[in-house]
Structure formats: structure tokens, C-alpha cells
Nanobody, 122 residues
Framework: VQLQASGGGLEQAGGSLGLSCEVSGRIFYWYSVAWFRQAPGKEREFVAAIRWSGDNRIFANPVKGRSTISRDDAKNSVNLQVNNLKPEDTAVYYC????????????????WGPGTLVTVSS
């Protein structure tokens, strides 16, 4: 399974961020996809995940209420949007996949993309 994230870059505080993760190499439908992020000097943390069936989503508290996650099975992709950006959203964002249901623990994900840098200026 290969993952490729896109959409990072320089954003303004208060703006919106759109990230996309394209998954290839296996039957996408059976994989749950999650986003994690790692800020400078900090450990990697969970952001959001969507179940393989698309009927369940979970969000970490720092982004809950201002984020959405969706999947497009026709394009084998998962999209993350974070609104009302804050400087503390600055991080390298990674998408990860696992067969079956999602978790919020990075050790449960075997497949990872290379990450995309998001910088939020104040």
C-alpha cells in the first residue's frame, strides 16, 4: 500500500487547510485512513480518522469542531479539512492506513505516506 499526501504549505491563521491522501496498491475500500501530525520538537499526534466504510469518523480534541474528514472511493483518496487555523496547527501532516477499523494510535497503522509540511503564520 502506498500513500501520498498533498496540499500542505503556508497558511494564515484563521484560514482553512485542505489536505488529500491518495492510497494505492490495495483495495482501498477495506482500509481505514487516519491523519497524524508532528510539530517541531514534539511527538507525533493523532488528528482524525475515517472508517473504511465511511460511516464513522473521529477527531482529536485540538481539531474537533473545526475539521472534517471524508473519503472518495472513486479516487481512492481521503480529504482532511481544518478550519480556523491556529499557529499551533503548524506541523508535518502524515496520512496512514490500516485494514479494518480505525484507531487513534499510530502504532496500529502499518502504511504511511511521506508527510506534508503545513505552516500557519499568525
Amino acid at each position: 500500500v502506498q500513500l501520498q499526501a498533498s496540499g500542505g504549505g503556508l497558511e494564515q491563521a484563521g484560514g482553512s487547510l485542505g489536505l488529500s491522501c491518495e492510497v494505492s496498491g490495495r483495495i482501498f475500500y477495506w482500509y481505514s485512513v487516519a491523519w497524524f501530525r508532528q510539530a517541531p520538537g514534539k511527538e507525533r499526534e493523532f488528528v482524525a480518522a475515517i472508517r473504511w466504510s465511511g460511516d464513522n469518523r473521529i477527531f482529536a480534541n485540538p481539531v474537533k469542531g473545526r475539521s472534517t474528514i471524508s473519503r472518495d472511493d472513486a479516487k481512492n483518496s481521503v480529504n482532511l479539512q481544518v478550519n480556523n487555523l491556529k499557529p499551533e496547527d503548524t506541523a508535518v501532516y502524515y496520512c496512514a492506513a490500516r485494514p479494518g477499523s480505525y484507531t487513534d494510535d499510530d502504532v496500529d497503522y502499518a502504511y504511511w505516506g511521506p508527510g506534508t509540511l503545513v505552516t500557519v503564520s499568525s
